[in-house]
Structures are given as structure tokens and as C-alpha cells.
């Protein structure tokens, strides 16, 4: 009956074929004729295996996600302001964005920092930094995420020693590192090492964090930035597992005992302006998790097996064009990741397509997290898209999806190799470009750019770096070098190389050098004698 | 206008500094590669001496400097003066990336061609290096 309805002329539609962002076919209905063979199985219930529900029993009936703004640019000191005025205006945790010289380990008088110091994140180059940038902030009552990678052995250092001065021992801090380097090769493109050395510290970090900091996610396995750089959710969710996948048989041929690290194993995904296709994602990455962790990493403890994510609304759908468009594409970006189940959010601000948020942009975007949480009803029960039979088919398909990635990577010998083969590299290539052709040949409309556009827009006032915070930045590491024993950090960067050489785990001497103020710059370059650094031979 | 020649318009999209987001570039290098064009991509962390010798190197019409990191204002300068320096002062120099409004006036004083910020679309980009490198190269 509906089959013959939608023949007729005034039924027409408007596409020939419709598609989710990623490409996925999006039928003309879907009702119960694919609904889930085996929901108990396949969807089960929130808190338990698969935890495709969520992976608690509540969700946010018992505790909201996270309010976690990412911020930092300039000197410690503007950024710990920042960080005050997002905690005062209601933000739950801290999330901390560090700029180009520190993610990629040169400290700020290096030659290659000029320009660039605390451009796109906060300059930190030794303890005394990281002391500041916390002036106030008591860590035993807050959870801190940090966005770094290659050298994020050092910055967690510097926290921990951090957390030491204010009487907070390790055991009880809180909180995220990103670590995740394999999507460094891939997508974020900030290292430091060749990829074996910098997965040894990846392991060591799991390693130690593992027997010090049970309360401490020391990686987040990242998705977000293999969609920035214009993967399909299919890619994002199949890469981000797979790398995943590739740090656990890592930390068991170490040796450890999977119980004991998985649980602390956090992921990081892209909340993107298809708002379903996301939710599936979101879903079907907490089923494969759970599957594969019990059976193929022998996982026996339900806290290994279940998925938990941060996300970040899709900083490359906001338009520089009619900048007040991307309140209403975070909202439903934002939307997207709490129907999906997300445990800690950040949003995005209206005027970031050119710059960092000003406090206004940023307040916005606090409160968008806010509305959502008490005004919109969304968070009042888990899972309230869990049954319908679109959800459930796309996250079955996202699922399947992914499977045929592992398939193919695997058949290339294992991520580490596929990454130096560019196979995820070239995937995420040709995705963009495909995307990018159909903003081009307006088969996908992007409002405000391709169609609804509008001539002669005031530009909107954005965040001006002042140039010289560089100078600032400087003369304190100036301070710091000038302060310190310097007959002691030359014993403890010794001491850091001889260790490189070995396979001792190297967050002992990082923390020993952090302690007594080597920088950053002066760490990485002291590894990088032993494992030398990293370039990569681009395809495009 | 120069039929005989053939020569292809030769183009390097480089990514100067610590900026690591090349989404844009490659997008930039492959469409310019699929109009007919040499394409030299430096691939990521260039300093400003690198891009200006590989811009020497292959004798190139143009150069497509790609930034996201906010440090524009110290790193395109410093390109086009070493460009300057070494007597090269008929390739066309464009730029892509996060760029304020307030600052194109700046970079366009410095002798860059065009600023391309979010939000431009590809066959423009594409057309207008395909004009601006003919002019020089046939000039």
C-alpha cells in the first residue's frame, strides 16, 4: 500500500538516491521488517554486554556526561584564566589544548616555535609551566584531559608532579591523556619518534598508569581527528578501533593482564552534523569493542569490555560564513553525542572556523551543553533512540562497515603496517576529496557557503593571539633554565637516554627529569638521539 | 600565448611550519594535478628556507602556502623574502588557510596574489593559479 503511494507524482522525491555524509544508502522507510533478529543478543540493555545501549545502567539519569571545554592559547597564565571562567560558568572538567611547539616537543625558543607559540593552544615547556596553569585548581577535585600525543609521557609527568606539590598523590588523579600516536601517523600528523619507539611509550604509559594511577585514562583512542582530516564515519570508527585494538596486543605482549589496563582504555570520537548516522557510530563502536575484548582479548571483567567516549562536535562543519549558522550545528552536533551515549562532551564555539573562541563564543557553547541537559528532556532516559528500526539498521551497517576494514587491514599485516603503506592515509585522502567535489558541484549543500549565501558579511570579532605572549613565554623558560640545577638535569637527561636504549619503562626517568626542570624540547631531543624522528612520504 | 611549449604549469603546495592539518592541501594538489598541472607537495613541517628552495628547485610558476596554525603572519613574510632575496620575484605566491580578514590586507601588500579562506571553492582556486602562473610563464 505505502509502496504504491510513494509511486505517485505528488510523492516524487526530491533525490534520486539519498545518502548519509559517508555515503551510506538511506532507504525510503524502514519499519519492522529489519527490526534486530536477536535484540537481546545484539542490543541487550545499557551496562551490560554489548553495552550498545551505553555502558552504564543509568546513563545520565544517574550522572551527566562531562562538560569539557577545550582550551588553552598564550601563557599559562591567560589560559589558566580561561580555565576559571569555564569552571565558574559551569563547565564539569578541564581539557587542556596545547600549541604546535609543545605537541610537536620544541620548546618555545626553539627556531621552528617562532610564530608559533601559544598560537593554537598554551606554551608549556617545563614543571614551573604546568605549576601555573593550574594556580588554583585543586587536581584531587577535578578531572584534566590533555590533547597530546608524542610527547604525552612528559606532560603527564609534569601533572603528576603537579598533583605531588598540592598533596595529591597519583592514585587519586583524575583524568585523560591522549597518547594515541598511531592516529598522529594518520590524521593529526604531531610527532616526534618512528612508530615503534613512540607505541614502546605508549605501552609504558599504559604500563605505569596502570600500577599508579587507577583513576587515569592514559590514552584516548581517537576518531575525531581521522574525521577532521575527512574521513566517512565508516573510516573513523573503523580506524579508531583498529588502533585500539593495536595498543591492547601491545600491552599484552608486554605482559599485562588485560583486566588490568582495559578498563582504563578511553575513546574520543567526532560528534558530526549527520546526526543519525552518528548515533549508530556511537553504538555500534561500543558493540565491537565489547565483542572483540571478550573475544579476542580474553577480557573477563565487563569494565574491559565496555566502551566510553568523549566527543567533540565536528570543528570542520563550521562555516566562517553567517558564524551564528554554527550555534544550530553544534546544538545538533552536541544532540547527536548525547542520544549516542557520550561520557564527556565538548562543543564547539561559533567563531572557531578562524580562531580560538572568545569568552562570549565559548559561554555559548557551554550553555548549548546546559539547554541540552536541563531544558531538552534528551538525557532522561538511556538510549531514547535504542528499537527504532532506522538506528538500529544504520548501526548494524556501520558495524558491517567496519568489519570489512579490519578485514582489509589485517590482510596488510596489522595497522602499524597499513599506516606505513598509507593505506588509512589514502582512504581518508579520497574520502575528502569526494566530499569536497560535492561541495564543489553543490550536491552537497553546505548553508551560507554553496547556496543561501549572503554578500557583503561584517566580520565577526574574533580571538587575536598577542604577539607578544611569544616573548612572555620566552623569557620565562629563560627563568626556568636560569633557576634550575643544571649539573641535575644534565645527570637526569643522561639518564633518560641510557633508559631509551633499554626496555625499562620510561615514565620513572621522565619524572625524574620533569622534577627537575628539563624541559620538554630538552626530553624529546634526548630520546630522539636514541630513536631518531619521523617523516612521512605523503600521498595525496 | 604559448601552445607550442606544452610545459606544464608547475605548482608547489606547501605546508609551511609546525601546522599538521593538510586536509586542504592535498585537496588543492590532487585538483590541481587533475587540471592539467605539475604538482610539487612538500608535505608537512616545511620551514620557510625548505619552501623556498624546492620553489627554486622545480622552477615553479606558483606556490600555494597552506597554514592553519595562526603563525601566518610570521611564516609567509618570511617565504616571500627569501623568495626576494634570491632574485625570484615572478611566482605567483597564494595562501590558504585560517586567515583573519584583517590580516589579508597585510599579506596581500607583501606581494601574495590571493588568500583563500574556508569556505572557497576548489575550481576558483584552481582557475585562478591556472591564470595567475600563465600570465608569468608566458610573459
Known amino acids: 500500500m505505502a509502496i504504491e503511494s510513494r509511486e505517485k507524482p505528488e510523492y516524487k522525491e526530491r533525490e534520486a538516491q539519498f545518502s548519509t555524509m559517508s555515503g551510506q544508502p538511506i532507504e525510503p522507510l524502514y519499519g519492522p521488517e529489519v527490526a534486530p533478529q536477536d535484540p537481546e543478543a545484539t542490543i541487550g540493555e545499557p551496562g551490560e554486554y554489548p553495552f ?149 611509550l605508549v605501552t609504558d604509559m599504559i604500563e605505569w598508569c596502570s600500577a599508579n594511577m587507577p583513576r587515569w585514562h592514559p590514552v584516548s583512542i581517537s576518531g575525531y581527528h581521522i574525521r577532521e582530516a575527512g574521513s566517512t ?82 570543528g570542520v562543519s563550521l562555516t566562517a560564513q553567517q558564524p551564528l549558522n554554527n550555534v544550530v550545528r553544534t546544538s545538533l552536533e552536541a544532540l547527536a553525542a548525547v542520544l549516542g551515549g557520550a561520557q564527556s562532551l565538548h562543543t564547539n564555539s561559533f567563531d572557531e572556523a578562524l580562531a580560538l573562541p572568545t569568552e562570549e563564543a565559548v559561554r555559548v557553547a557551554l550553555r548549548t551543553q546546559q539547554i541540552i541537559a536541563f531544558e531538552s528532556g534528551a538525557p532522561s532516559t538511556p538510549d531514547p533512540l535504542g528499537g527504532s528500526w532506522f538506528v538500529e539498521k544504520l548501526t548494524d551497517e556501520m558495524e558491517q562497515a567496519a568489519y570489512e576494514y579490519f578485514a582489509r587491514i589485517d590482510e596488510l599485516g596489522g595497522m602499524v603496517e597499513a599506516i606505513r603503506r598509507n593505506f588509512p592515509q589514502r582512504e581518508i585522502a579520497d574520502a575528502a576529496f569526494t566530499y569536497q567535489r560535492e561541495v564543489d558541484e553543490r550536491k552537497r549543500i553546505v548553508v551560507g557557503v554553496n547556496d543561501f549565501a549572503q554578500e557583503g558579511e561584517e566580520p565577526t570579532p574574533i580571538l587575536r593571539i598577542d604577539p607578544a605572549l611569544e616573548r612572555k613565554q620566552v623569557d620565562r623558560l629563560a627563568a626556568t633554565r636560569a633557576s634550575r640545577d643544571g649539573v641535575a638535569v644534565e645527570g637526569a637527561l643522561a639518564e633518560l637516554k641510557r633508559a631509551a636504549a633499554t626496555e625499562e619503562n620510561l615514565m620513572p626517568p621522565i619524572i625524574a627529569a620533569a622534577r627537575v626542570r628539563a624541559t620538554e624540547g630538552e626530553m624529546i631531543a634526548a630520546m630522539q638521539e636514541v630513536f631518531g624522528t619521523y617523516t612521512e612520504s605523503p600521498v595525496f | 600565448m604559448s601552445t607550442a611549449t606544452a610545459r606544464k604549469i608547475r605548482v608547489v603546495v606547501a605546508k609551511p611550519g609546525l601546522d599538521g592539518h593538510d586536509r586542504g592541501a592535498k585537496i588543492i594538489a590532487r585538483a590541481l594535478r587533475d587540471a592539467g598541472m605539475e604538482v610539487i607537495y612538500t608535505g608537512l613541517h616545511q620551514t620557510p628556507e625548505q619552501i623556498a628552495e624546492t620553489v627554486i628547485q622545480e622552477d615553479a610558476d606558483a ?62 582556486i584552481v582557475e585562478f593559479i591556472r591564470k595567475g602562473a600563465a600570465e608569468r610563464h608566458d610573459a
Not at chain 1, 267 to 284: C, G, L
Open chain 1, 233 to 314: 564515519a565508516q573510516q573513523e570508527l573503523a580506524f579508531t578501533l583498529k588502533d585500539g585494538f593495536t595498543y591492547v596486543e601491545r600491552a599484552l605482549e608486554r605482559g599485562l593482564d588485560v583486566d588490568d589496563f582495559a578498563p582504563r582504555l578511553s575513546f574520543f570520537f567526532n560528534a558530526h552534523i549527520d546526526f543519525f548516522e552518528e548515533i549508530a557510530k556511537y553504538r555500534a563502536a561500543r558493540r565491537i569493542w565489547a565483542r572483540e575484548m571478550r573475544d579476542a582479548y580474553g577480557a573477563r571483567r565487563e569494565e574491559s569490555m565496555r566502551l566510553r567516549f568523549h566527543a567533540q562536535t565536528a
Open chain 2, 63 to 124: 606556490v600555494g602556502l597552506s597554514i592553519l596554525s595562526g603563525a601566518h603572519m610570521t611564516l609567509v613574510p618570511k617565504v616571500v623574502a627569501l623568495l626576494a632575496e634570491q632574485g625570484v620575484d615572478d611566482v605567483l605566491v597564494t595562501v590558504g588557510g585560517t586567515i583573519p580578514a584583517e590580516d589579508i590586507p597585510e599579506l596581500e601588500k607583501l606581494g601574495v596574489a590571493a588568500v583563500f579562506t574556508p569556505g572557497a571553492g576548489t575550481d576558483e
Open chain 1, 52 to 200: 550498545t545501549r551505553g555502558p552504564y545502567p543509568s546513563m545520565y539519569r544517574g550522572r551527566l556526561w562531562t562538560m569539557r571545554q577545550f582550551a588553552g592559547f598564550g601563557t599559562v597564565e591567560e589560559t589558566n584564566e580561561r580555565f576559571h571562567y569555564l569552571l565558574d560558568h559551569g563547565q564539569t572538567g578541564l581539557s587542556t589544548a596545547f600549541d604546535m611547539p609543545t605537541l610537536m616537543g620544541y620548546d618555545s625558543d626553539h627556531v621552528r616555535s617562532l610564530g608559533e607559540v601559544g598560537r593554537e593552544g598554551v606554551a608549556v615547556d617545563s614543571l614551573d609551566d604546568m605549576e601555573q596553569l593550574f594556580e588554583g585548581i585543586p587536581l584531587g577535585g577535578v578531572t584534566t584531559s590533555m590533547t597530546i600525543n608524542a610527547p604525552a609521557a612528559i606532560l603527564l609527568a609534569f601533572y603528576v608532579l603537579v598533583g605531588e606539590r598540592q598533596g595529591v598523590p597519583p592514585e587519586k588523579l583524575g583524568g585523560t591523556i591522549q597518547t594515541d600516536i598511531l592516529k598522529e601517523y594518520i590524521a593529526q600528523k604531531e610527532w616526534c619518534f618512528p612508530i615503534e619507539p613512540a607505541m614502546r
